[in-house]
């Protein structure tokens, strides 16, 4: 089974702190995903990368950067937290292309709170 | 851009009974992907059905099957004898390329005992 791991199951931290939240997936997919998830918006892409050292923009990246320097690696970047990044971070991976055999694989999610 | 809607925000069932979730979407491709996931409180997201949009024949996964319309561009998911463990929050979704995936907002499933 794909394994996807995030870090932190729960995280606080202040407003202004720079915030790293780390993703490793253990079946060599070349698809990364970071998505935020709240309540009665369902889940929202922020970010994605489709291999080492490329990443494309989802449809919320503003206030948010990510990292991936190695294949198994996906770091989503927080500069400067502010209040309302408080919310479900879901990290996701598939293998290349678009079929019937690659749906997203997905963490156990962090929830982090801005305080 | 594509768009999934998920209608019910919430849905109750009595266990053992039948109870479908309802998703529509739009798009302009004709060749695409659809998907259900269910993520239980334990947050872990978990994939329970999927659908070729070029198949005419609809998914079936034990206790789950979906109803596919393509022309009305709508993908529900019906669950047959509803067990406690199928309480959870229920998301479609919908991709064409691999890449890029759009969730609906997804219904809190209850199953009364």
């Known amino acids: 089974d794909v394994k996807v791991t995030q870090s932190s199951r729960y995280l606080v931290k202040r407003t202004g702190e720079k915030v790293f939240l780390e993703c490793v997936q253990d079946?060599?997919?070349?698809?990364m995903f970071w998505y935020r998830q709240d309540p009665g918006l369902g889940l929202r892409l922020i970010y994605f990368s489709y291999d080492v050292k490329m990443k494309e923009k989802g449809d919320i990246p503003e206030g948010y950067s990510v990292s991936r320097e190695k294949k198994e690696r996906f770091s989503l970047i927080l500069e400067s937290a502010s209040t309302n990044q408080t919310s479900m971070y879901l990290c996701a991976s598939s293998p290349e292309g678009s079929s019937y055999n690659s749906p997203l694989h997905f963490g156990n999610g962090t929830r982090l709170t801005v305080t | 851009a594509q768009t999934v809607t998920q209608s019910q925000p919430e849905m109750s069932v009595q266990e053992a009974e039948t109870v479908t979730l309802s998703c529509t979407y739009d798009t302009s491709e004709s060749d695409y992907y659809l998907f259900w996931y269910k993520q239980p409180p334990s947050r872990q997201m978990i994939l329970v059905i999927r659908?070729?949009?070029?198949?005419?024949q609809n998914a079936t996964e034990n206790r789950f099957s979906v109803n596919f319309q393509k022309a009305a561009k709508s993908f529900s998911l019906k669950i047959s004898d509803s067990q406690l463990g199928d309480a959870a929050m229920y998301f479609c979704?919908?991709?064409?390329?691999?890449?890029?995936?759009?969730f609906g907002t997804g219904t809190s499933l209850t199953v009364i005992p």
């Open positions: 659908q070729e949009a070029y198949k005419q």
């Open positions: 079946m060599d997919h070349e698809n």
């Open positions: 979704a919908y991709t064409n390329t691999g890449n890029q995936f759009y």
